[in-house]
């Protein structure tokens, strides 16, 4: 028999990530501060899979499948050019898991419906997307979808934004219900991770950075639409003249800066000059262009290559999506027995 070697061991005994992006458009600089750049340093210590959730992307773009088709690879090019390797990280597509609905189905039925709409996460989504009365049912059981996008790969933890954590605490009631029945520990409980850098400010200075606010800076921006989108960004309206004093709490150029830039000394002075007075927007502004150029450049030529070599992005999700098949069918299988449920 051959024996593991020691990085063979600590291989096997890497816990278990899950996290994805609903595909609805190409990653911003939001999503790189908040997740991305944390993804980058799990590759090496935990086992990480990538969903593409493009099935829970239709739950609120229904009418928009073609713009979700699409983002698919529009996600996954980001990811790859952002550095995440498909060699150590397993990149799939949540359509392509039968697994994950299944589960999906089999735990609509240890949910209430008045425990899905009082999920705090999709109160806000639903006030946010104004359904009124008209909520997609797949939208309303969503939350019962992500707990098996996790539960299927036995993910522990799943780092997701602070709006996400009302998902995680539902995922483990249904963990925990699973469980119950089945009288054994089948599934193992998951623990949010939230990102230190939260989110970030739209450039509008409105609360949260998105693509479908137009508040957004790509990780494909051209260097031209990173200087406007930087130029045009909300500072502090009362902040007129250079020498007035100028407020950091809520200035986006500032946020931007605690995201990115890696100097936090200098950072930490020039914000003291700010709220003193003696710092124009424009210095500051021409910082974090700098700061923003040099982080999405190479971004921007590596997406450019990949997007010229589709077969190659096609293969990383097929492979990924295929290997996650076969983990998820395992997983799915235990909890069909787990539950007594007739198995053929
Ligand atoms: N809900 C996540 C988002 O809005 C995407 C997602 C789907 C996800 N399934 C997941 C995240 C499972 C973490 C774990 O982007």
New binding site residues.
């Given amino acids: 028999m051959r024996r593991l070697s020691f990085l063979g061991k600590m291989k096997m005994n890497r816990p278990t990530i899950?996290?994805?992006?609903?595909t609805t458009g190409p990653l911003h600089i939001g999503h790189y501060a908040g997740s991305l750049a944390n993804r980058l340093r799990y590759q090496d210590s935990h086992e990480l899979f990538l969903?593409l959730?493009d099935t829970?992307a239709l739950t609120d773009n229904a009418h928009a499948p073609e713009k979700v088709r699409r983002s698919v690879i529009e996600v996954a090019l980001d990811y790859l050019a952002v550095g995440i390797d498909p060699n150590r990280t397993t990149i799939c597509l949540?359509s392509h898991l039968p697994p994950l609905a299944e589960l999906s189905m089999l735990y609509l039925n240890f949910v209430t419906v008045a425990r899905l709409e009082r999920n705090p996460t999709i109160k806000d989504e639903i006030r946010a997307r104004g359904f009124g009365r008209d909520i997609p049912a797949g939208f309303l059981c969503?939350p019962a979808?992500?707990a098996a996008?996790?539960t299927a790969f036995k993910?522990t933890i799943?780092?997701?934004?602070e709006d996400?954590t009302a998902?995680i605490e539902q995922t483990n009631e249904i963990v925990r219900r699973i469980n119950a029945t089945a009288g054994k520990t089948i599934l193992p409980e998951a623990q949010a991770v939230i990102p230190q850098f939260g989110r970030l400010p739209g450039v509008d200075g409105k609360a949260k950075m998105s693509k479908s606010s137009g508040n957004a800076i790509a990780l494909s921006a051209s260097p031209e639409a990173i200087s406007a989108a930087v130029k045009a960004m909300f500072t502090d309206l009362t902040h007129l003249r250079i020498e007035d004093p100028g407020q950091v709490e809520g200035n986006v150029v500032f946020a931007c800066l605690d995201a990115f830039d890696e100097d936090p000394a200098t950072l930490e002075e020039m914000k003291a000059q700010y709220q003193r007075g003696g710092l124009g927007d424009g210095r500051i502004k021409r910082r974090l262009d700098d700061i923003l150029q040099a982080l999405i450049g190479p971004i921007r030529t590596r997406r450019a290559e990949l997007a010229e070599d589709h077969a190659y992005v096609l293969d990383v999700i097929r492979s990924g999506t295929e290997k996650a098949r076969s983990r998820t069918e395992v997983t799915k299988r235990e909890v069909v027995e787990g539950l007594g449920l007739f198995v053929l």
């Fill in positions: 899950l996290t994805g992006d609903r969903l959730a829970q949540q969503y979808a992500q996008d996790i993910a799943v780092p997701v934004g996400q998902l």
